[in-house]
């Protein structure tokens, strides 16, 4: 982890190089989006980068992203970015801003009770497992499309775009494309992809999000 004097360092050096990585291909800095991954992070690493003028973080899990941001989110856009269990999906409406992990019918369904029950739209991205991995979660590409027609068609939901994490031992080039072409064909604005590692090819493929968190804060801390 880096000292907390330094993720606010962290943070001009990512956004200068999202700003370039879309200059290069003839895009707007302002149309991509960065998520801090805040994640495991103690409150000392993250106050420099909010200092610095960071708005938008992402979280992993329900539970721990209330207790670190529960009262201080006045002015603040939260991500759950982490696999959402349907136990937890009232408390995630309640909760938070974007909801980036959908991906299966039993969890759209839920999502659509507790958003008529509480009169909450959080927006929804849908998480694609492009590479097919069976310990990732996400719908698999090939069931992309009618998942994205049930969830608008018997849900009432609307999702604003899709997810994805390439496989760590591919380039993620061509899982970033996958996402772009299943994207564009559903009539989807949003691509969340790219992270530390990837997130400038992420840019290149047309991501509008980039969740990033070592890059700005170093090492993840251990559990």
Known sequence: MAEP?????????????????????????????????????????????LAAGQRVFGENRVQEAIARWSGKTEEL???????????KAKEAVDFFDVIE????????????????????????????????EPQKAGIAPAEADAFI???????????EGLMCIPPVAEPPGPHFALLARIAARNG???LSMGMSDDFETAIRFGATSVRVGSAIFGARPAI
């Open 5 to 49: 004097s330094h993720t606010a360092q962290g943070y001009r050096d990512v956004a200068a190089r999202i700003a370039r990585a879309a200059q290069a291909c003839g895009r707007e800095p302002s149309s991509v989006t960065l998520v801090a991954v805040s994640k495991l992070q103690p409150r000392a690493a993250i106050e420099p980068v």
């Open 77 to 87: 856009e939260l991500h759950l970015i982490g696999p959402l269990q349907t136990n």
């Open 101 to 132: 992990t959908l991906d299966r019918e039993k969890l759209a369904r839920v999502l659509a009770e507790e958003m008529a029950r509480q009169g909450k739209r959080p927006r929804l991205y849908v998480q694609v497992n492009t590479g097919e």
């Open 149 to 159: 027609a049930a969830c608008r068609g018997v849900y009432g939901l609307e999702p």
């Open 188 to 190: 989807l604005s949003g």
